[in-house]
């Protein structure tokens, strides 16, 4: 898979009058009696994808690659959906548990790069590594608890998190309430690190604690402003140009640790 954006702008094909369109990718899949059971699948067979995946809006769709992510998965609002009741707020269980869909999966390595303006409702499964930097801001979720927004779904890593690679985010990683988690198989020497909690898997929690570069949640306020300083508030600095979420990818290339042991871009 090479590229696939979304603008969010309809032309007549008749007219070529320009119309507003909601700009996400993908859509939830619904019972006639309503109600919220899948959604669409954005697929990539063995080539993987090599090229953009960009969402001016929500990433509903969950992605599905049979090789190698090296490129560019991108979403100006959510990655994923939640089941939502006829007012547009959550439906949750009596434990508050959430219906989550979307996400992404991949049967081999994400070497490339993910960035959420929004939060990360669905799962994410990495049956490979996990290279080049992964980065959620986060948005209040109207209808949940204040701060339970961020990456929300679970992030499944089979093999490890190499140097090169980062988990971030600007609220939180894993939902204990949902009894989602990052939970990481294999070695762990990136950075992990969340301005909110973070839920790890009890299996490797102590050593994803002590392998990793850099690890911390509820992070203090000067690594916290190194995080927050990833994102933008859109992807466009002109209409369709594709330089904040450029220089947001740029930003998280060169997220590091320093030499005083604290997170540096």
């Known amino acids: 898979m090479q590229r ?17 369109v909601p700009a996400d990718i993908g859509r939830l899949v619904t019972f006639a009696s ?4 899948g959604v669409t699948v954005l697929f ?8 953009r995946v960009i969402s001016r809006g929500n990433l509903v769709s969950r992605v599905v690659s049979f090789g190698n992510i090296s490129g560019v998965i991108a979403a100006q609002g959510d990655v994923g959906a939640l089941e939502r009741d006829a007012a547009g707020t959550p439906v949750v269980d009596s434990e508050g ?22 939060n990360i409702f669905g799962d994410i499964d990495i049956l490979g590594n996990v290279n080049g930097g992964k980065a959620v801001s986060g948005s209040p979720v109207p209808g949940l608890a204040a701060n339970r927004d961020g990456i929300l779904g679970r992030v499944l890593v ?30 762990v020497k990136g950075i992990v690190a969340a301005n909110g909690p973070i839920n790890l898997s009890s299996s490797d ?16 306020a000067q690594n916290a402003a190194i995080v927050n300083v990833l994102f933008l508030s859109s992807f466009d600095s002109s209409p369709s140009d594709l330089q904040e979420l450029n220089q ?13 042991r604290n997170l540096s871009s």
């Open 4 to 20: 696939t954006i979304t603008t969010g702008q309809r032309v007549d094909p008749s007219t070529g009058a320009i119309t507003s």
């Open 34 to 37: 309503g109600g919220a059971f």
């Open 44 to 51: 990539a067979g063995s080539g993987g994808i090599s090229g």
């Open 97 to 118: 548990r959430l219906l989550r869909l979307g996400g992404i999966a991949t049967t081999a390595n994400f070497s490339g790069k993910l960035i959420a303006l929004g």
């Open 158 to 187: 089979a093999g490890s998190l190499p140097a090169s690679g980062a988990i971030v985010s600007a609220r939180m990683i894993g939902d204990d309430t949902d009894g989602t988690f990052l939970q990481i198989n294999g070695s």
């Open 205 to 220: 929690s102590a050593k994803v604690k002590k392998a990793a570069v850099f690890y911390g949640g509820n992070l203090g």
């Open 248 to 260: 947001m990818l740029a930003n998280l290339a060169a997220l590091h640790v320093g030499t005083d």
